[in-house]
């Protein structure tokens, strides 16, 4: 199975802050690399597809990059509410593994 | 719109069958490159993918839980059933479907609790 360890497992920001989130692959996946925003209670907001497509209706402060093995989801400018876990996932073939999540909190 | 539901038992014994439920709207599964997901969480821990339907029957299955995972569609009925036998205390977790569309996954539903216990 392909393992994806994503980091930092929490950050603390301000409004206006750029957050930075990174995931890294054990083997290439090419763009295969989805990201999400969840909030308790709530569905999986997919926010990012193929590392870098924007979800229709996301914010633009949200951007992705990174192809193989090496991946980061930014937000240029923290906004209320972004404050929530970020997780990434590969779809390169099954079995789909998830990093363990990034909790974004408020400083 | 597209939107994806999740339906089940919120409690369940040990030992017993699960059966889970997506019914889906705005696409069909019988679309070339399209699939139905399911994945879990239990409290506090990691998302855990189980299993995966595609359009043309094609079934996925996480390898550590394939000898007790069932995954069927009704197309006509725009849904995917995940069965899960022989719970355990464990298998207590957040259950979600969710679609693929060639390699991309895009939609998911809300999220049903299921508890596993006595």
């Known amino acids: 199975d392909i393992q994806v360890t994503q980091s930092p497992s929490s950050l603390s920001a301000s409004l206006g802050d750029r957050v930075t989130i990174t995931c890294r692959t054990s083997?290439?996946?090419?763009?295969?690399l989805n990201w999400y925003q969840h909030k308790p209670g709530k569905a999986p907001k997919v926010l990012i597809n193929?590392?870098?497509i924007l979800q229709r209706g996301v914010p633009s402060r949200f951007s992705g990059s990174g192809s193989g093995t090496d991946f980061t989801l930014t937000i240029s400018s923290l906004q209320p509410d972004d404050f929530a876990t970020y997780y990434c996932q590969h779809s390169y073939g099954t079995p789909w593994t998830f990093g363990r999540g990034t909790r974004v909190e408020m400083k | 719109q597209i939107t994806l539901k999740e339906s089940g038992p919120t409690l369940v014994k040990p030992t017993q069958t699960l059966t889970l439920t997506c019914t889906f709207s705005g696409f069909s599964l019988s679309s070339s490159g399209v699939g139905v997901g399911w994945i879990r969480q239990p409290p506090g821990r990691a998302l855990e993918w189980l299993s995966l339907?595609?359009?043309?029957?094609?079934?996925r299955y996480s390898p550590s839980l394939k000898d007790r995972l069932t995954i069927t569609k009704d197309t006509a009925e725009n849904q995917v059933v995940l069965t899960m036998t022989n719970v355990d205390p464990v298998d207590t977790a957040t259950y979600y479907c969710a679609r693929e569309i060639y390699s991309n996954v895009d939609y998911w539903g809300q999220g049903t609790l299921v508890t596993v216990s006595s």
């Open positions: 083997q290439p996946i090419s763009r295969f």
């Open positions: 339907i595609y359009w043309d029957d094609d079934k």
């Open positions: 193929s590392a870098s």
